[in-house]
């Protein structure tokens, strides 16, 4: 793609999250349901799922008050992953960082009043230097795509994944709906994360149509998997 189309294609995915998400939380409010959640339960359970890659860092001490572990939470959206962290008593060991592209629900997140960072912003064209996070997490984020062919929005959320792997010393967590992709093409796009980080464990055992992907960076990967592979059953 030249400049130009990049330009248009975030325009519309600009206009098709604000347009989604902006109704949801006009017509539930902040709950999760704004988030596009069908439950509460449902979102928790995501949130584990996304939470089993770097929990037991946290429980194994390898990150200390003083030095917390740095989150980036791609999607944040009304802030409830933040707010599970919190519940789980996670937060108080975590620097986290949550960046929304839509203003509403950033706005609804920041309400919270959190002891986090949530950014309104659009990930895609944000600029960070090198590894400036520990893990990642994309949490059914990129969910709409109402104004993308399958083919824009598996290119649009390759890159996006591939950037945000880049932010992280350590790795990411991908909880992301087989509806996104298409049953036809979501193999192909699966193989294609291989050219990412060749240490990759899939769990399709997800109900719903949700699959989860943790990406590791390899010198971490058998020690993530390692303190990790208990929790991914949660």
Known sequence: MNTDDNSDLHKRYLQDQTSHYSQRLAEFGSIPQADSWTSQEMSTFYYKKATAMFQDYIHYKAFNPENKLKLLDIGSGN???????????LLESIDYTGIEINASSCKAAQAKELPV??????????KFGFKPFHFATIIGTFAIFDSLSTSEAQDYIFKNVRKAF????????????KFVLEEESIQKFFNSLTQISSSINFDASLFGNYVGVYLYQNRHSTEFYNLSKNNMSV
């Not at 802030?79 to 008593?89: D, I, R």
């Open 117 to 126: 960072n949530f950014i309104n912003d659009d990930f895609a064209q944000m």
């Open 79 to 89: 802030g409830f992953y933040a707010a599970y962290l919190k519940q789980a008593e």
């Open 166 to 177: 880049n932010c992280c010393e350590y790795g990411l967590a991908l909880l992301i709906s």
